[in-house]
């Protein structure tokens, strides 16, 4: 796929992505941007399905929803309503500890750059970009396992991992689609363009693809 390609196709994905479920994340910020609960909801979403972030998250928000309130909070009241998120024991500890940073060292306000982010304990570039496109509505490329994936399965890039492929994918493609990529491809990464079998006789994009790395496909 070249980026002529990746211009022909990007209407058509995003035609398709209105009929799939988009990431929790892309969900809560239709209609309000709030980087520290996109932040918080990152950190809950670390191997962890989408479906039990957003009951975690919402569970969690409706208790405390500032770094203030939430500092706030024992560490047993958020471990309890995060479960049963990856790790959550560690989850709990760690967005506490980070609420207590962006009080004391932000004001209370969430870092609006990436580097400044990953300076947070457990902040790596994925949330790190996703605060900065889905929160505060900057430029950025939020590259996981999806995203990776399904453009090297494209063959748009070659790489190796998912932060080789932000930085390829930063080098070749416009600005104008950094912001919505992450969501659109998670979306559709699920819902079509799966890990295993993906549904290629669904897929409107099918002509474009080079289907690199798939051994079989319904």
């Not at 969690?60 to 706030?72: D, E, H, I, N, V």
């Not at 399904?150 to 930063?170: D, V, Y």
């Amino acid at each position: 796929m070249t980026l002529k390609d990746f211009v022909k196709i990007w209407p058509v994905l995003k035609k398709e992505v209105r009929s799939l479920r988009l990431p929790w994340i892309d969900q809560m910020t239709i209609s309000k941007r709030d980087p520290f609960k996109v932040l918080i909801s990152c950190l809950l979403s670390l191997r962890t399905q989408d479906k039990v972030t957003a009951g975690a998250s919402q569970r969690l928000f409706y208790l405390a929803q500032t770094p203030k309130a939430l500092s706030g909070l024992s560490v047993r009241r958020i471990e309890k309503a995060i479960y049963p998120v990856g790790f959550y024991r560690v989850k709990a500890r760690r967005i506490k500890k980070i609420s207590d940073v962006i009080i004391k060292k932000y004001d209370g306000r969430v870092p609006h750059s990436i580097e400044e982010l990953l300076t947070l304990e457990g902040v790596g570039r994925k949330t790190a970009n996703l605060v900065v496109t889905r929160g505060y509505d900057q430029a950025g490329i939020c590259v996981d396992t999806h995203v990776h994936r399904i453009t090297n399965r494209w063959g748009f890039i070659k790489t190796r991992t998912p932060h080789q492929t932000e930085f390829a994918l930063r080098e070749i493609l416009p600005v104008r689609y950094w912001k919505e990529l992450n969501g659109h491809l998670v979306a559709f990464g699920q819902g079509i363009c799966k890990p295993i079998s993906p549904l290629c006789s669904k897929c409107k994009i099918n002509p474009f693809c080079a289907k690199v790395g798939i051994t079989h496909h319904r």
